[in-house]
């Protein structure tokens, strides 16, 4: 039976500690020969760029870029209006596209909560897209939604649901076991703009934990969309 909203408040999620966290957003290209070279689209989201509202950063010389993000305008992007919440993180684990990944869904908490029940075999659902985080370093703490899988691997189910004690199975990106957005490098007080930080923890949070904050401005709720049609509205 699935958990009313009531028993959801308070239900622990075990905390990953000390993992490695690199930086990506909407609109970088930073591989365009690989297949996930390209952050225009995501795993869960053909048409991230647009339904996001366009480059998450600045543009130069026809390039989308980083910036730095501060607390005086909630650590939103200075240049653009995004449409789309701009605290977003991407976990290793793609729960529609990979196919030892879509095997393990059932290993997902939220699997039969109301909302989620009954999409097991559903190849045009995620469980993953759109779930919150929270993310602690050196005495920050922010949140972000999922919006997308990696870095690198793509069925690290032990890792991301496991005992908390498992790290990520990938080594690359200095071992990273997550990427996120600038608002969150700006949030949690990066010591790198555009690069890998060492000592940040993150565990899932239901959404009625979620306190307010600058993440909650704008609350991306699109789901799985990889159809040829166009943008719909958030």
Same mark, same amino acid.
């Given at each position: 039976m699935g958990l009313s909203a009531k028993n959801l408040r308070?239900?622990?999620?075990?905390?990953?500690l000390c993992l490695v966290a690199t930086t990506f957003?909407?609109?970088e290209i930073y591989d365009p020969a690989a297949a996930d070279g390209s952050q225009v689209i995501s795993a869960y989201d053909g048409w991230w760029y647009e339904r996001f509202?366009?480059?998450?950063?600045?543009?130069?010389?026809g390039v989308c870029q980083t910036e730095p993000r501060t607390a005086e305008n909630g650590f939103f992007p200075t240049s653009m209006t995004p449409k789309q919440?701009?605290? *977003?993180? %991407?976990?290793?684990?793609d729960d529609v596209n990979n196919d030892a990944a879509f095997a393990q869904r059932g290993r997902i908490p939220w699997a039969d909560d109301p909302g989620y029940a009954g999409n097991?075999?559903?190849r045009e659902f995620s469980y993953m897209k759109n779930r919150w985080v929270q993310l602690q370093y050196k005495g920050s703490t922010c949140y972000a939604q999922i919006q997308d899988a990696g870095p690198a691997? *793509?069925? %690290?189910?032990?890792?991301?649901?496991?005992?908390g004690n498992t790290g990520p199975k990938s080594t690359r990106f200095n071992g990273a076991g997550m990427d996120v957005s600038p608002a969150v490098v700006g949030c949690l007080g990066f010591t790198e703009l555009n690069g890998t930080q060492t000592g940040v923890s993150w565990r899932f949070v239901d959404d009625v934990d979620v306190p307010d904050g600058p993440w909650k401005t704008i609350v991306t709720g699109s789901g799985y969309d990889w159809s040829s049609g166009g943008p719909a509205a958030k």
């Open positions: 308070g239900r622990k999620y075990l905390w990953h957003w909407v609109g509202g366009g480059c998450d950063g600045v543009i130069e010389d919440n701009p605290f *977003y993180l %991407d976990l290793p684990f097991l075999e559903n691997e *793509y069925d %690290d189910v032990d890792y991301v649901f496991g005992d």
